[in-house]
């Protein structure tokens, strides 16, 4: 078996309103509990908006602190599931299955042993 990170990115901005993410959170709760029901799931999280981000860079000695994400962009990580599945045909199943849940894109990307 080997461990997937499924990362969700959503596009900056408000987020949607509470009557357009119901069905969609109802959807990605039934996601979920099939991936447990299988044993596929580890450990799911959504994050706070990028604009919470605080980012350390190492420069010489010291290490710098700056408020906002670590790039700007149109589409910032909104959110990851973690899975363990037998190959990468696996893993871009539950990939598929996600990214058509949440009407997001999903990158799919194996951890390092």
């Known amino acids: 078996m080997s461990q997937y990170l499924l990362s969700i990115y959503q596009p900056d901005g408000p987020a949607p309103s509470a009557e ?3 069905p969609i959170m109802r959807d990605l709760d039934t996601l979920n509990q099939e991936m ?3 044993g596929a799931w580890v450990f799911a999280a959504g994050l706070h908006p ?13 290490v710098l602190i700056t408020d906002g994400p670590f ?3 149109k589409e910032h990580l909104g ?3 973690i ?5 990468l045909d696996a893993a871009l199943d539950w990939g598929r299955r996600l990214a058509k849940a949440l009407t997001l ?3 799919v990307r ?3 042993h």
Do not use: N, Y
């Not at 990028?50 to 010291?62: M, N």
């Not at 899975?83 to 190959?87: A, K, L, M, P, T």
């Open 20 to 22: 357009f993410l119901e």
């Open 105 to 107: 894109p999903v990158e």
């Open 79 to 81: 959110g990851f599931t």
């Open 83 to 87: 899975i363990d599945v037998e190959d």
């Open 71 to 73: 790039t700007e962009g």
């Open 110 to 112: 194996p951890f390092q």
């Open 36 to 38: 447990k029901a299988t």
């Open 50 to 62: 990028a604009d919470t981000a605080t980012v350390l860079r190492p420069k010489g000695d010291e």
